[in-house]
């Protein structure tokens, strides 16, 4: 570890009343301080006893505040890599407050979000990807979001073996150029070959997993559109309603539509509200309409309601040909429940994708199952197989992807070897950077940026 470090602390819990806090000190200090503000009720201190629940006091200037319990990580075997400890204390605001204070009035300094990853990451126990796994699972609204962040193992591992593969052709390459005469190649220029063209093969197959990665984690963005009483407002709630508990609002920055997100089979979707604009009488709704069109626009899914029920009408027609072109776009064939009386084909001949249901009376399985073929790829296990899921991976992967073809080209049409080694080092660079071996500082800051303080 070549940066020195302080010793820092914060409260991990969430801010608010609770059955217990936990406030975790991590650094050089971090026996010492906590030896200032804890006094044990048995024998032996928490670094006594690693890993190990030690019951006492906590002290405040001397005098007892609550009294919990305190476990020591000693390092190297702890999150930080650092000597670790965490405090239990009562969950009320003030008294986790006022211990967190004693802890710094005891030499500890307030940790900056995400610095106890951050610290994780550079004292080698966590690759990037990683530390990015789980900023996506303090973030999860989906069952899938949480199994993704918990694979973030398989797609380290496989990261890796990617790097030594590349590394042991780039030395390959090296040693043709470093001693030409000598032979001291560990590969012949067809194993070289061969196994350049499968690495490639490996990473292209990898980057693209990050179509299914990126649906499932930062999500698809998308909106329901419809002439009025068709049914927008029933799907929506159908949509929002379900597994309710962990959808979130989340106002909308340059506009004031509602977002929500909302788990969709393995896709979240991110669905615009502007079926309220529609479905309400609102006095100005011209302004409605215009956002609407303005969601449409930067909409890559649009659900594109219709009923089943009576036969198509101007208004559907209307709204059939001003749906962007580009997108995804779905036709629901709503009120599936009452006798069909639309012109299918009509529908069929502008939208690829059908989903016959019903808001009121139906499920939304049919609509997630299309979702789900759409914006995911179903040959690979959530879970299991390694799934890139940040922008930042991806577009790492496709730099490494392309220097890794340009060596390959230079190969294959007999090119003298410093020609691809320098494709080879430029691979090597961009794939150290996926999992931040090769990574610099400013993208390291911004990654942890995301952190909540106390992680
Ligand atoms: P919006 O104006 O497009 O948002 O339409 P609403 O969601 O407000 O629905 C308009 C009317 O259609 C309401 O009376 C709903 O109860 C009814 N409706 C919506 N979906 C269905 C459905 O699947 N089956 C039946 N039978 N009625 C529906």
Not at 157 to 181: G, M, Q
Not at 232 to 247: D, H, M, P, R, T
């Amino acid at each position: 570890m070549s940066e020195h470090f302080s010793t820092i602390a914060a409260i991990s819990t969430p801010p608010g009343k609770g059955g217990v806090a936990l406030i975790r000190v991590s650094g050089p200090e971090a026996f010492a301080v906590v030896l200032r503000v804890f006094r044990p009720r048995g024998k032996s201190l928490p670094w006594e006893r690693p890993r190990t629940a030690v019951y006492g006091d906590f002290l405040s200037e001397g005098e007892v505040i609550d009294d919990g319990l305190v476990t020591a990580f000693p390092a190297p075997a702890s999150y930080t890599g650092e000597d670790t400890v965490e405090l239990s204390c009562h969950g009320g605001v003030l008294i986790t407050r006022t211990l967190l204070e004693a802890l710094f009035l005891a030499g500890a300094v307030p940790a900056p979000a995400g610095e106890f990853t951050r610290r994780a990451y550079l004292s080698g126990r966590l690759g990037l990807t990683e530390a990015e796994a789980i900023a996506t699972l303090l973030d999860a609204k989906s069952t899938a979001q949480v199994r993704l962040s918990a694979a973030r193992g398989v797609l380290a591992e496989r990261l890796d073996a990617y790097y030594r593969e590349l590394l042991t052709l780039t030395s390959s390459a090296e040693a043709v150029i470093d001693f030409p005469e000598e032979d001291l190649a560990e590969l012949s220029t067809e194993e070289l070959t061969r196994r350049l063209h499968a690495l490639r093969e490996g990473m292209t197959a990898l980057t693209g997993s990050y179509r299914t990665g990126r649906s499932v984690t930062e999500g698809v963005r998308a909106v329901i559109v419809g002439r009025p009483n068709v049914g927008k407002s029933c799907l929506y709630n159908l949509l929002v309603g379900e597994e309710a508990a962990i959808v979130s609002d989340t106002p909308g920055t340059t506009r004031d539509l509602l977002e929500r997100t909302v788990p969709l089979g393995r896709v979240l979707l991110r669905l615009t509200d502007t079926a309220g604009l529609h479905a309400s009488d609102d006095p100005i709704e011209t302004l409605g309409m215009d956002r609407a069109r303005r969601a449409m626009e930067e909409a890559e899914l649009l659900l594109s309601v219709f009923d089943a029920s009576a036969p198509l009408t101007d208004e559907d027609r209307a709204l059939m040909a001003a749906l962007p072109k580009g997108r995804t776009a779905v036709a629901i064939l709503n009120k599936s429940d009452l006798p069909t009386r639309i012109d299918r084909q009509e529908i069929e001949a502008r939208f690829e994708n059908l989903v016959e249901m019903s808001a009121t009376c139906g499920t939304a399985t049919a609509l997630c199952e299309l979702c789900d073929r759409l914006f995911t790829d179903g040959a690979l296990s959530i879970g299991e197989d390694p799934i890139v899921s940040s922008a930042r991976q991806y577009a790492a992967l496709c730099r490494t992807c392309e220097a890794l073809t340009a060596a390959e080209g230079a190969l294959l049409a007999g090119m003298p070897a410093d020609m691809y080694l320098a494709d080879l080092e430029a691979a090597l660079s961009a794939l150290g950077e996926v999992d931040g071996r090769t990574v610099n500082e400013e993208i390291v800051r911004e990654i942890f940026s995301h952190f909540c303080v106390g992680k």
